[in-house]
């Protein structure tokens, strides 16, 4: 781990919002690429790094209740609690996949900002470029809080996350109610 710390530059969750995603970007894949144990893909050590260079980054609470939509409304604090805890393993488990491969990943490219700096919400919009193979078009969604940015929603190819899962608890809550989306994200989680 000592490399992977060497490694890491200062986030700075004020900085203007390509230059906070740059930061958090290029930390997370210098951890993941300096880290002998995730090279080799152990999940459990991809999932430590997340949590250490990631997670205090990302708003999930927010990430959420937008994905639950109306059934966020209805749930009680115990279940919500516990949705987020059920997605933040789901979104973890996803992207931890993803970081097992982090090698065949030459760069982050962080696109010119169009937007209001000012502003409570804003899009960065990057390029993964890959050895050996194409592109991959990624924007983050960031909320500016009392803290400073955090993300709350990613677009990996044209796919928004949290539109892409509030069909999935959508239906999950129709069939099941909240304690079985709550349930069902916990078994995959496994």
Do not use: C
């Not at 937008?66 to 987020?84: E, F, I, N, P, Y």
């Not at 992207?95 to 700096?117: E, M, Q, S, T, W």
């Not at 909320?143 to 990613?154: C, H, R, S, V």
């Amino acid at each position: 781990m000592a490399g992977a710390a060497s490694a890491q530059q200062a986030v700075d969750p004020q900085a203007a919002p390509n230059d906070f995603v740059q930061s958090v970007g290029n930390n997370a894949l210098n951890a993941v690429r300096s880290d002998a144990a995730a090279k080799q893909g152990d999940l459990r050590r991809i999932n430590e790094l997340i949590d250490q260079y990631l997670l205090p980054y990302v708003n999930f609470e927010k990430t959420t209740r937008l994905a639950a939509g109306q059934s966020w409304r209805s749930a009680t604090a115990q279940q919500k609690s516990d949705l987020v805890d059920a997605f933040r393993g789901t979104l973890i488990r996803t992207y931890a996949g993803a970081l097992a491969n982090v090698d065949k990943i030459a760069a982050l490219n962080v696109l010119p900002f169009r937007g209001d700096l000012d502003a409570r919400d804003v899009v960065v919009r990057t390029i993964f470029s890959q050895h050996n193979g194409p592109a991959v078009a990624v924007d983050y969604r960031l909320e500016n809080t009392a803290q400073g940015w955090k993300i709350y929603d990613l677009n990996v190819e044209g796919i928004w996350l949290i539109q892409n899962y509030r069909n999935q608890f959508s239906q999950q809550v129709r069939q099941d109610g909240i304690d079985g989306l709550i349930a069902a994200l916990n078994r995959k989680n496994r």
